[in-house]
């Protein structure tokens, strides 16, 4: 059989000087289109994002000169092989040539362990835990992201405590707050499905992971370090968008990095007035409503256009306190809305699944314990939602605890702890905080 494979030409110098032409256009073609690479790619906002696009231009490379390549030879075999008039026959067989076999095998798989090599390296780099993360006034603290469909929170877990001696916790809805050279280290869980978190000028991606629901997922980590990008006005915005289709609303599933420059910038545009309004609530039930509901996640599940909230898997709040009143014959709006809230099982709104988490003062995730005087607060913002409203809004400081005694059996403080000792306790507070920012 050896005589089978005499009939194999030896490589013509023609189709050598044709396979090194169309390499060397190939080479300069490549590195004309990567000129468009920083057009297309977005702004390098950290640390990481240098030797990721690094890396991305080796890939473009590599992956340009062999896709010319093959498609440029591939042309001219259709023009310079084709049939000629006249010719029926099969064309010759070839049979194998052992050293092309093993030129076209060893040179790809140098590429990819070359590729792998490097990527590995990046990777750990870029992934590698950093010895002082989340540092805020000299102290390391925990940022959390919570996924859900279909919205981001962010949670700052901060080393400040309240008089009761409770670690403050900071919301910051959808967007992530931080300042050139921190070293951010977040901690991701899902509540539902997997969602990925990316934020495409910081060149960094990570899954949210379902685990054991109990726990909100299994929690894995995403690093990076945001760095200055010339020309841009501090705090500067950069978007956070969900790269894992988790749904009908996984295109709203948005947020924000916003990157101060430095850390009083930090401290003083958002770290201290968030503390601040944590310490000293508003009085007023609607206005603290409007601050309470937003350290839940209502916003996954609901639209609401005051707050900007876009999901759709329960129906709309907007005009909320308009309808309230005609949901369940005999229940009056205050009393539905609390309802709605404590007991979402109660009263099903057509066309929605019974699907809203249960809240309440004693349900197991800590994540959605209300207390009444949050519900208080809750409802009486939720009563402002309309045009007009089904809810005495005259009275809503005796109408919604009256509602809330009805049907929970919970008597609520209407002063949220304010009175007596506590009152001027936390009248000390505001006088101190006051001082400092002055
Ligand atoms: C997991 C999704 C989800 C979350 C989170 C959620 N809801 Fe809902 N909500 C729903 C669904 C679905 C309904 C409709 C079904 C029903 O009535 O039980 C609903 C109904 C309601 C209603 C009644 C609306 C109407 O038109 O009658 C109110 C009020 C409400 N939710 C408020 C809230 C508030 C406040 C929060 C946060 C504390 C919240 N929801 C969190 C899914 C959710
Ligand atoms: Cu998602």
């Known amino acids: 059989m050896d005589n089978t494979r005499s009939n194999i030409p030896a490589i013509s110098p023609a189709a050598v000087v044709v396979t090194a032409v169309f390499l060397l256009v190939s080479v300069i073609g490549i ?16 640390a990481e994002s240098k030797s990721v696009d690094e890396l991305f ?12 390549m093959i498609q440029g030879m591939l042309l001219i075999s259709v023009i310079a092989f084709r049939a000629r008039p006249g010719d029926h026959s099969d064309g010759p067989t070839y049979h194998g040539n052992p050293l092309l076999e093993v030129i076209w095998t060893v040179i790809p798989a140098m590429v990819v362990v070359f590729l792998a090599v490097v990527s590995y390296n990046i990777w750990t780099q870029n992934s590698e835990p950093k010895a002082s993360v989340n540092m805020v006034e000299g102290q390391s603290i925990s940022i959390n992201v919570t996924g859900a469909r279909y919205a981001w929170t962010h949670q700052y877990v901060t080393e400040r405590f309240d008089e009761a001696g409770n670690q ?33 000028a910081m060149r960094v991606k990570q899954d949210l992971l379902p685990g054991d629901p109990a726990q909100g997922g299994r929690p894995t980590q995403l690093r990076f370090t945001p760095v200055r990008v010339e020309g841009r006005a501090y705090p500067a915005e950069y978007p956070i ?12 599933m948005r947020g924000s990095v916003i990157v101060y420059e430095d850390e009083n910038q930090f ?20 206005l603290r409503g ?6 839940y996640i209502c916003n996954s599940c609901h639209i609401l256009d005051s707050l900007d909230w876009t999901a759709t898997t329960g129906p709309s709040l907007n005009g909320i306190a308009e309808r309230a009143g005609e949901r369940v014959p005999g229940q009056s709006a205050e009393e539905y809305i609390a309802t709605s809230i404590w007991n979402s099982g109660a009263f099903r709104v057509p066309g929605y699944d019974q699907q809203m988490a249960a809240f309440g003062p004693d349900v197991v995730e800590a994540a959605n314990v209300m207390t009444p005087e949050q519900l208080y607060s809750i409802v009486a913002y939720l009563c402002t939602q309309g045009e007009g409203s089904d809810c005495d809004m005259d009275n809503a400081s005796t109408a919604i605890p009256d509602a809330i005694q009805t049907v929970f059996g919970y008597e609520v403080d209407i002063t949220f702890g304010m009175d007596g000792d506590a009152g001027a306790e936390s009248a000390d507070a505001e006088a101190e905080a006051g001082e400092d920012s002055a």
Do not use: K
């Not at 931080?178 to 991701?188: E, R, W």
């Not at 401290?267 to 609607?286: C, G, M, Q, S, T």
């Not at 409007?290 to 350290?295: F, H, K, T, V």
């Open 31 to 46: 590195n004309w289109f990567t000129t468009f690479v920083p057009v297309v790619l977005p702004e390098q906002a950290s």
């Open 267 to 286: 401290l003083d545009l958002f770290y201290e007035p968030a503390i601040h309004a944590i310490l000293n609530p508003p009085a007023d039930p609607v």
């Open 168 to 200: 403050i916790v900071i919301n910051s809805g959808p967007d992530l707050h931080t300042f050139i050279g921190q070293n951010v280290d977040l901690t991701l869980q899902t509540q539902d499905v997997i969602h990925s978190y990316w934020a495409p």
């Open 241 to 252: 968008v969900c790269a894992e289709l988790c749904g009908d609303g996984h295109g709203r």
């Open 290 to 295: 409007e601050m309470e509901i937003q350290n």
């Open 57 to 68: 231009y080796i890939l473009m490379i590599i992956g340009g000169v062999v896709f010319f």
